[in-house]
């Protein structure tokens, strides 16, 4: 498997978990993961949506996961 198709692949699935716990949070009425771990995750994508962009698929699956 290529890096290209392995980038595809894992954008895909980690999309997939985000949709996924923001439709179960909605359902329960709570909170889906925690702060700490949410503002990591939104740091670490702006890092590498734009400080240190990575290389074409994978810079636009980092534009969906920060948006």
């Known amino acids: ?13 980690w999309t997939i978990s985000y949709l996924l716990i923001v439709q179960r949070s909605i359902q329960e009425r709570s909170v889906g993961m925690p702060l700490v771990a949410l503002c990591i995750n939104i740091s670490w994508e702006f890092i590498f949506s734009f400080v240190f962009p990575s290389e074409k698929p994978q810079l636009y699956i980092n534009y969906v996961w920060f948006s």
């Open 1 to 13: 498997m290529t890096a290209t198709a392995l980038a595809i692949f894992s954008g895909i699935f």
